[in-house]
């Protein structure tokens, strides 16, 4: 399976605030109508926009430009300085970093708890960065290929 970073991938990652600015929006609006200043709030949306905006910025860093081909066989990290494969033997650990509130009935609070990575170490000391920007489901994605991994509850920053 061939991981980019793609627009969908993106825009799925940001949906979460999609909804708040939305509901942020018909608030200020109804806030506006009753007399009732809205600054505070829009404040506070967009404190909340400059954080999740950080963490975008970081992994459009981390990932963009390269490709990860997953397989039974091994991984191949593409980028436009190497090509490097790995075989899964190669395969030290994988590391997940995931938020809570993305666990089945988690609660979602800002739009910066959607982002999580994997990070796969090999047994050469080497490493690479697999962010939820190239693939939503990264823990599906090495359940189909049989790797294991473990999972860190986290913030995913790295």
């Given at each position: 399976?061939k991981?980019?970073v793609t627009?969908?991938?993106?825009v799925k990652?940001?949906?979460?605030?999609?909804l708040?600015?939305?509901?942020g929006l018909?608030?200020?609006?109804y806030?506006?109508?009753?007399?009732?200043?809205p600054?505070?709030m829009?404040?506070?949306?967009?404190i909340?926009?400059?954080?999740?905006?950080v963490?975008?910025i970081?992994?459009?860093?981390?990932?963009?430009g390269?490709a990860?081909?997953?397989?039974?066989?091994g991984?191949r990290?593409?980028?436009p300085?190497?090509?490097l494969f790995f075989?899964?033997?190669?395969?030290?650990?994988?590391?997940?970093?995931?938020?809570a509130v993305l666990d089945?009935?988690?609660?979602?609070?800002?739009?910066?708890q959607?982002?999580?990575?994997a990070?796969v170490?090999?047994?050469?000391?080497?490493?690479?960065?697999i962010?939820n920007?190239m693939n939503?489901?990264?823990?599906?994605?090495?359940?189909e290929?049989?790797?294991?991994y473990?999972?860190?509850?986290g913030f995913?920053?790295f």
């Open positions: 399976m991981l980019k627009l969908r991938n993106q990652v940001f949906n979460f605030f999609f708040l600015m939305g509901l018909i608030s200020s609006l806030f506006i109508y009753t007399g009732v200043d600054a505070p829009v404040f506070f949306l967009f909340l926009l400059l954080i999740q905006l963490f975008h970081k992994y459009l860093a981390e990932n963009l390269k990860i081909e997953i397989t039974s066989e991984i990290f593409i980028s300085q190497t090509d075989l899964k033997e190669d395969v030290k650990n994988i590391k997940l970093v995931k938020p089945k009935g988690g609660w979602q609070l800002a739009g910066f959607s982002y999580y990575y990070k170490s090999f047994k050469t000391n080497q490493y690479i960065i962010t920007l939503p489901k990264l823990e599906d994605v090495f359940d290929f049989g790797y294991s473990y999972r860190e509850k995913g920053w």
